[in-house]
């Protein structure tokens, strides 16, 4: 890029909201900056692990003792591995407080985490839109399905979601492509809980991997080896989707290496006027102005630049008159795997690895609730069969037995809310500096009574619909995720209709900053217990417009 520094807009974050922002934001004719701290990575040459075999990965794909305390809360995660760990931030110079153990998952490359989430493509519904005004946990979201219903339509045809239409109030249907058929197994599973439990539905998951080739994206590889970056463009990224179309306006302008530090702040004007950044390796400040400001930087990200954002106006933060900045920390809670054997498979097995499995949707506290907690959760797995016979013969006898396929399992994963607690907080540490000299963040985050009663009655439940179907040898392994680590983090600037109590507006406009958006996970004033991303791009999408209208 040429070095300049006044644009139309300026985003912080090029990860999936990130994209977004600056795709409808040049193609809307605004000569549009992104900022981004991690290091330019380009589509398809910078995915150096995506076209490897297993052997020529080092380690079987294991991190290295010094990768492990380099990546020491990275390495909490299932994610990273030799193959993709360049993608990942260096805790070492990014360190943070945990009053409690949060596993804060981070990217370091342009693109963000788009390069890294599961996929996973629903839509939220007036259940969820609803329930803090119902149980009175938090406080109302100012938005309901019905103004957020055509901007998934918008997003979803841009993003290409495989999936089927199932006619479920509790998951809205999208515009999806063919979906990825069920291996034998899921629709074993499929079968026999719609004869046993029939208000109960077992769907195949919904997932931004395309199975038509759209907008110069090829259809999936079925290779399940999206971690490493994919170079067909088949799964939804900035770098694949979002990207090429800003480019293609000629309005982009990349500034990546760039740690944004604060959002400058115009007294005189009363708006924002510009973003302090420094040069990850020069360490210069350097200043970049606009007359938009779209602020994407992931949730406990945006929290901290919102903090660290102090003027005579704002001398606890932008937008933090009330206290409100970094406050109601979400995440889904999730770690167990309850698994069962399936009979009467052993002369099938599948081809390919196809991504997304089977999804069981919210079935709990919608028209009846239960007398030990509020809100909801679903189940996400697969079934799949083992590799090998088990044996507990050596030499050549197990060489032979590990070639024949083992039984089939099925094993289903947990998905719980979170609710909106004042006191799950991040605020800043000027104790604790990182390697640019900017104070650290102190994370005061856990699930309580509500999450564990949740998650411990979706573990027994499942337990007992696989043992009334027939599944055979049931077991769970794992337990309760500690916060952060299902990486769907939310809340910290939430939307609301008062701005004593949220931070946004129904338009995701700053209430105190009206020329600034935020986007992200921040702006969620629940966490629902569906994958929040397709959420984050129409509510993107839908504040890109408004703005523009409203200049």
């Not at 040459?45 to 080092?58: H, S, V």
């Not at 990217?107 to 969820?128: E, K, T």
């Not at 999806?176 to 197994?185: D, R, V």
């Not at 409100?324 to 795997?337: C, E, F, Q, S, W």
Request: charged fraction near 25%; include cysteine; glycine fraction near 8%.
């Amino acid at each position: 890029m040429a070095e300049r520094f006044h644009f139309d807009a300026i985003v912080i974050g090029s990860g999936i909201s990130g994209g977004w922002a600056a795709k409808e934001l040049c193609e809307k004719g605004l000569e549009t900056v992104i900022l981004e701290r991690g290091t330019m990575l380009e589509h398809v040459k910078g995915y150096i692990n995506a076209l490897k075999a297993p052997w020529e990965i080092p380690h079987n794909n294991k991190l290295s003792q010094e990768d492990k305390e380099k990546f020491y809360v990275q390495s909490r995660h299932y994610s990273i591995g030799e193959d993709n760990k360049h993608f990942y931030i260096n805790d070492q110079e990014n360190p943070y407080e945990e009053k409690h153990r949060y596993d804060w998952v981070r990217a370091d490359v342009f693109g963000g985490r788009s390069l890294l989430w599961g996929r996973v493509a629903l839509r939220w519904n007036d259940v969820d839109f609803n329930a803090n005004l119902k149980d009175g946990h938090g406080v109302d979201w100012p938005i309901r399905y019905k103004d957020l219903a055509p901007w998934y339509d918008y997003v979803e045809k841009f993003t290409g979601i495989n999936g089927t239409r199932e006619g479920l109030d509790i998951l809205p249907d999208g515009i999806f492509q063919k979906p990825f058929e069920m291996n034998c197994g899921e629709a074993e599973m499929k079968r026999r809980m719609a004869s046993t439990f029939p208000d109960i539905k077992l769907i195949h998951t919904r997932v931004a991997n395309i199975t038509e080739p759209l907008d110069g994206r090829s259809a999936c590889q079925a290779r399940n080896l999206c971690m490493r970056g994919c170079p067909f463009g088949a799964y939804f990224s900035t770098q694949s989707s979002t990207l090429p179309a800003a480019a293609k306006t000629g309005k982009l302008t990349i500034r990546n290496g760039a740690v944004v530090n604060r959002i400058i702040y115009d007294e005189t004007k009363q708006k924002a006027t510009g973003v302090e950044i420094i040069d990850r390796d020069t360490l210069k400040t350097y200043v970049y102005t606009a007359d938009i400001i779209f602020l994407n930087a992931s949730t406990l990200a945006t929290a901290f630049i919102l903090l660290n954002s102090t003027s005579s106006r704002f001398p606890n933060g932008m937008g933090n008159d009330y206290d409100m900045v970094g406050r109601h920390l979400m995440d889904h809670h999730k770690g167990t795997a309850i698994t069962g054997e399936v009979e009467g498979l052993e002369d099938k097995y599948y081809f390919g690895r196809k991504p997304g499995g089977i999804y069981v949707p919210r079935f709990k506290n919608i028209t009846t609730q239960e007398k030990n907690f509020i809100r909801g959760f679903n189940y996400q797995g697969t079934a799949s069969r083992e590799r090998g016979i088990r044996t507990d013969e050596i030499g050549g006898a197990l060489k032979e037995k590990s070639t024949e396929p083992g039984v089939w399992k099925v094993s289903l994963n947990n998905y719980g809310e979170t609710l909106p607690y004042a006191e799950n907080r991040v605020t800043l540490n000027h104790d604790l500096k990182d390697k640019y000299g900017r104070p650290g963040m102190t994370i005061d985050c856990s699930f309580k009574d509500n999450e564990k009663a949740m998650f411990k009655d979706a573990r027994d439940t499942m337990h007992e619909i696989m043992d009334k179907v027939g599944l055979k040898n049931i077991h769970s392994e794992g337990e309760m995720s500690f916060p952060g680590n299902a990486n769907h983090e939310m809340g910290t600037a939430r939307m609301g209709h008062d701005e004593k109590t949220s931070v946004l507006n129904k338009w995701n406009q700053m209430h105190a900053v009206k020329n600034v958006y935020i986007t992200d996970g921040s702006s969620m004033t629940s966490s629902s217990c569906v994958n929040p991303s397709l959420t984050f791009m129409a509510l993107t999408a839908r504040a890109v417009d408004y703005a523009l209208k409203n200049k």
